[in-house]
């Protein structure tokens, strides 16, 4: 078979990613981790919310302490391959900032694991200036990490390139300002933030549907939202916040039993576009797969988002592009054309 005759994937299981068998694997692992919250009732560090939002809190008194974990993702391979590190680790901060975030959780400090299939000075020099770039984005403290060699565990696109990145982040909310999306209401608007383009979920089947010759595209970091959403968060009543990483819209469906209408989308960028018109992908799979443009999402009141609007809507590029109905699940509306977005079993 030659290189022209090899065939691309056109959904994300085809890639090698089920999002919904991952889904049934997650919830065998909540089952058992969930019953380890009783290890802290009634002690410091009691357990505040359910596993499944994008981060958890824990008690600390006056204040809950915001934790999540989350990594690079197949984006090393892209790292790899351009042999260009000093992105990756604004990659690894904002992955888990962005989530910290929808809980209007300030982050503070977090900590990173490095794993290298040998020793590289080169690369672990570059991915720390990475590491550096996204914590001054962020304004926290990277306060320690771990380093590890594992030859025969780390492999990747070339000998002695291999390597994983991810890391652990710890946020900081007064009890009585958790963002849950409990308050969220039928009319409320959806705000949008862009994105910087793929950011660090999809890669799998991105990589397998772009020319190498256009991977470059592929290896701009991750939007960090962190000052943003921080501002927003102290000067409006924000009913919900989601970052939009894997799955997606999707991730709306989080935050509510209500569903969504997004009606208002910005033109995707052209790395999306270049993805759909190569891999010959529908609509449903790339809005179920991609960010498609749309980086963070605000939910609030007509009033607050008008408000919001007129004094960020340009300066930090928000705009309004649905709101809250009764339907549940996620519906976009693209060219008169209704999509309904969900788990899909391949």
Same mark, same amino acid.
């Given at each position: 078979?030659?290189?022209?005759?090899?065939?691309?994937?056109?959904?994300?299981?085809?890639?090698?990613?089920?999002?919904?068998?991952?889904?049934?694997?997650?919830?065998?692992?909540?089952?058992?981790?969930?019953?380890?919250?009783?290890?802290?009732?009634?002690?410091?560090?009691?357990?505040?919310?359910?596993?499944?939002?994008?981060?958890?809190?824990?008690?600390?008194?006056?204040?809950?302490?915001?934790?999540?974990?989350?990594?690079?993702?197949?984006?090393?391979?892209?790292?790899?391959?351009?042999?260009?590190?000093?992105?990756?680790?604004?990659?690894?901060?904002?992955?888990?900032?962005?989530?910290?975030?929808?809980?209007?959780?300030?982050?503070?400090?977090?900590?990173?694991?490095?794993?290298?299939?040998?020793?590289?000075?080169?690369?672990? @020099? +570059? !991915?720390?200036?990475?590491?550096?770039?996204?914590?001054?984005?962020?304004?926290?403290? /990277?306060? *320690? &990490?771990?380093?590890?060699?594992?030859?025969?565990?780390?492999?990747?696109?070339?000998?002695?390139?291999?390597?994983?990145?991810?890391?652990?982040?710890?946020?900081?909310?007064?009890?009585?300002?958790?963002?849950?999306?409990?308050?969220?209401?039928?009319?409320?608007?959806?705000?949008?933030?862009?994105?910087?383009?793929?950011?660090?979920?999809?890669?799998?089947?991105?990589?397998?549907?772009?020319?190498?010759?256009?991977?470059?595209?592929?290896?701009?970091?991750?939007?960090?939202?962190? @000052? +943003? !959403?921080?501002?927003?968060?102290?000067?409006?009543?924000?009913?919900?916040?989601?970052? /939009?990483? *894997? &799955?997606?819209?999707?991730?709306?469906?989080?935050?509510?039993?209500?569903?969504?209408?997004?009606?208002?989308?910005?033109?995707?960028?052209?790395?999306?576009?270049?993805?759909?018109?190569?891999?010959?992908?529908?609509?449903?799979?790339?809005?179920?797969?991609?960010?498609?443009?749309?980086?963070?999402?605000?939910?609030?009141?007509?009033?607050?988002?008008?408000?919001?609007?007129?004094?960020?809507?340009?300066?930090?590029?928000?705009?309004?592009?649905?709101?809250?109905?009764?339907?549940?699940?996620?519906?976009?509306?693209?060219?008169?054309?209704?999509?309904?977005?969900?788990?899909?079993?391949?």
């Amino acid at each position: 078979m030659t290189r022209k005759d090899v065939v691309k994937p056109d959904t994300y299981a085809k890639a090698g990613v089920d999002i919904r068998r991952e889904d049934r694997a997650i919830k065998g692992i909540i089952n058992w981790v969930s019953k380890t919250f009783k290890f802290r009732e009634g002690k410091i560090g009691a357990v505040m919310r359910d596993v499944g939002t994008f981060a958890n809190v824990i008690d600390i008194g006056e204040y809950a302490l915001a934790m999540c974990t989350d990594g690079v993702g197949s984006k090393v391979l892209v790292a790899q391959e351009l042999e260009k590190y000093d992105t990756v680790g604004i990659d690894m901060v904002a992955m888990n900032v962005n989530d910290l975030i929808c809980l209007g959780a300030e982050p503070i400090a977090m900590v990173d694991y490095l794993a290298m299939e040998q020793t590289n000075d080169k690369m672990a @020099k +570059e !991915i720390s200036i990475g590491l550096y770039e996204g914590a001054r984005q962020a304004e926290i403290a /990277i306060v *320690g &990490g771990e380093t590890a060699s594992l030859p025969e565990v780390v492999k990747g696109c070339a000998p002695g390139r291999g390597f994983d990145l991810a890391g652990t982040a710890l946020g900081i909310v007064k009890k009585d300002r958790i963002i849950t999306g409990e308050k969220i209401e039928l009319g409320d608007v959806v705000l949008s933030l862009e994105s910087n383009g793929i950011h660090s979920n999809g890669l799998t089947l991105a990589r397998k549907v772009l020319p190498k010759s256009m991977w470059m595209s592929l290896i701009a970091p991750t939007r960090i939202y962190v @000052k +943003e !959403i921080m501002e927003l968060v102290r000067k409006f009543e924000i009913h919900g916040l989601a970052n /939009i990483t *894997g &799955g997606g819209l999707l991730n709306l469906v989080r935050l509510t039993k209500y569903g969504f209408t997004i009606d208002k989308l910005p033109e995707a960028p052209m790395v999306f576009k270049k993805i759909q018109e190569l891999g010959g992908i529908s609509d449903e799979e790339m809005y179920r797969t991609f960010n498609m443009g749309v980086g963070c999402c605000v939910i609030t009141s007509k009033s607050e988002a008008d408000k919001i609007i007129k004094e960020y809507g340009e300066k930090y590029r928000i705009r309004e592009v649905g709101k809250v109905v009764e339907e549940s699940g996620v519906r976009i509306v693209k060219g008169g054309k209704q999509i309904t977005i969900e788990r899909t079993m391949y």
